[in-house]
């Protein structure tokens, strides 16, 4: 059947989560919990960081703009869904889809750009430990950070002005719980196939090769660690990097099952709680894997609050 065409769009609707009526309470508890933790999590990262001189290097400072970009990719889509679950309201202006659409690839981006910087900046500590406060010095890091904030803002520009560009049928429901931006392509009644070269443009420079950076850096790191003969040498290379490779397994993991191999029978539910995990789980998770599994972060903790205890005497 052939859709009808409206080419003038005011508004979306964001059909959420495959969840009853009944349990949107409890969903929305859950979710606000999950979000204050994101938040506060991420920010406690930033205030260790920037009060613990120990932790002024250069891991620590992308680790910073990790949790950074963290809360603002929570930021983009979750407050919107709990509105939206509050308020039993699922529409959304046009350019409010539009613009959280930009944030979201934005956002997504950035944090695939922090990791692969994090990765090259473990394989200099670790198979160059003797030149990596040469390597690894401020220029070097600052470049990477503006390089990745660049490229992912120049990504979801070009994805944003290609989407404006189409024209949208009379179906105007979006089966998520966010703007996604092959869900919006779906209901377009133009044609998509620009957008979709530079959505397989875009997949191998951010995704594709990011991660392949990652895994030849962890391929050397893992080559050089079975040469080290002691087993304390061994102990400590895996924990200076195993939070990192937490992270990244967790994110990549769930971007390329979702993406990469989609299902024949996968549903729309599945794709959606799949979607759940990396724009809300990761985020959340990304506060305690540095936390739980870093003894710097864990030794700056107590030592801030060892000063609270003391200021508060």
């Not at 690839?105 to 922090?114: G, P, R």
């Not at 470049?143 to 490229?151: D, G, M, P, Q």
């Amino acid at each position: 059947m052939k859709r009808e065409k409206n080419s003038s769009v005011s508004e979306f609707l964001l059909l959420g989560l495959p969840i009853r009526p009944e349990q949107q309470g409890m969903f929305f508890a859950l979710f606000l919990g999950v979000y204050l933790t994101t938040v506060l999590g991420n920010l406690l990262i930033l205030l260790l960081i920037r009060l613990d001189p120990r932790l002024h290097t250069p891991m620590y400072f992308f680790l910073s703009h990790l949790a950074l970009t963290d809360i603002s990719f929570s930021s983009v889509t979750v407050p919107k869904m709990l509105i939206n679950m509050q308020t039993r309201d699922q529409s959304i202006p046009y350019a409010g889809c539009v613009t959280q659409m930009y944030f979201f690839l934005f956002f997504t981006d950035l944090d695939d750009f922090l990791l692969t910087s994090m990765a090259y900046d473990r394989y200099v500590a670790i198979c160059h430990p003797l030149h990596y406060t040469t390597v690894m010095g401020q220029g070097l890091c600052t470049l990477l950070v503006t390089v990745s904030w660049i490229l992912s803002c120049a990504n979801a520009l070009c994805h944003t002005l290609l989407l404006t560009r189409l024209s949208f049928c009379a179906d105007h429901s979006i089966p998520h719980f966010f703007c996604d931006l092959d869900a919006l392509m779906k209901l377009s009644c133009s044609d998509t196939s620009l957008n979709e070269l530079a959505i397989f443009t875009a997949g191998v420079v951010v995704i594709i090769l990011p991660l392949i950076c990652i895994l030849t850096s962890y391929g050397r790191i893992g080559a050089t660690i079975l040469k080290v003969p002691s087993t304390k040498g061994i102990c400590k290379a895996l924990s200076t990097c195993g939070s990192h490779l937490s992270v990244v397994s967790l994110y990549y993991g769930t971007i390329i099952g979702l993406y990469f191999f989609p299902s024949s029978s996968t549903s729309r539910d599945k794709s959606t709680i799949a979607s759940v995990m990396y724009t809300v789980v990761t985020p959340l998770l990304n506060p305690f894997i540095y936390s739980l599994r870093n003894r710097d972060m864990k030794g700056a903790l107590e030592r801030l609050l060892h000063r609270a205890k003391i200021l508060s005497q």
